[in-house]
């Protein structure tokens, strides 16, 4: 096991932590978060009773190929954790997520946990949102102008293209913008403009969302929690 995936490891093995018998949790994607599902099918198997609302169709299948007894959004209202990956966090615990393509799920289910958990390597701390690009949800109905309506944004959006060299469809069957912006100096203000656009089903843009964040590095982690605003 290489450096990077001992800390991932070790971000979904300590993120297990917070999960206690009866919860119901929001169960995250991408390559941190499907560690974290197989520690916690091992639980399971153990004896442990959650639920969980997967965040995509990949952690679904992962669930169920792990024996994590899964409910949809039909049956429960809201979650009492989620664990989740992020491709960026800054220092205030805002996130870029969506390099997996299930920005659109992981935001719905994040805004009905009590709870968000990030997990990440170390890797994935920034000082500013910016590096990794912002992917954004559109409507196939329009998506070049939608681009362009970006581009006035100051981003340097491109379609994402899927593995069969179609453009990539999310599993709500829309189309992805990577809109590069070097540096987002105000996550909130930038959200609030793509929440305007009409087209624009979502972002990648996590502001306020995130709780904690488990960063694995070397032989151990950081727990950080998101700062609150002091009282004037």
């Known amino acids: 096991m290489n450096q990077i995936d001992r800390a ?4 979904a093995e300590r993120s297990l932590d917070d999960v206690r018998d009866g919860m119901c949790l929001g169960l995250g994607s991408g ?15 153990q004896g442990l009773r959650v639920c969980g609302v997967p965040t995509s169709e990949a ?49 719905i289910v994040a805004s009905l946990s009590r709870r968000v958990l990030i997990i990440a390597d170390v890797r994935k701390q920034v000082p500013y949102l910016g590096a990794f690009p912002l992917p954004v949800e559109v409507v196939r109905f329009a998506w070049k102008p939608l681009a362009e309506r970006l581009a006035q944004l100051g981003a340097s959006p491109a379609l994402r293209p899927g593995s069969d060299g179609r453009p990539y469809l999310t599993d709500e069957g829309n189309f992805i913008l990577d809109c590069a912006f070097d ?10 403009r793509l929440d305007a656009i009409p087209g624009v089903v979502d972002h990648g843009l996590f502001v306020g969302l995130a709780d904690t964040l488990i960063v694995g590095r070397g032989e151990g982690t950081d727990v950080i929690d998101r700062p609150r605003r002091q009282a004037i």
């Open 8 to 11: 991932k490891q070790l971000a």
């Open 59 to 107: 952690s679904r299948q992962l669930a169920q190929r792990e024996g994590i007894p899964l409910v949809t959004f039909d049956e429960v209202t809201n979650l009492d954790l989620t664990i989740d990956g992020a491709d960026e966090v800054d220092p205030q615990l805002n996130l870029i997520k969506g390099g997996g393509g299930a920005l659109l799920r992981e935001k």
């Open 31 to 45: 390559s941190t978060a499907a560690i974290m599902l197989e520690l916690l099918g091992q639980r399971v198997r």
């Open 183 to 192: 540096r987002i100096a105000d996550p909130a203000a930038l959200a609030a």
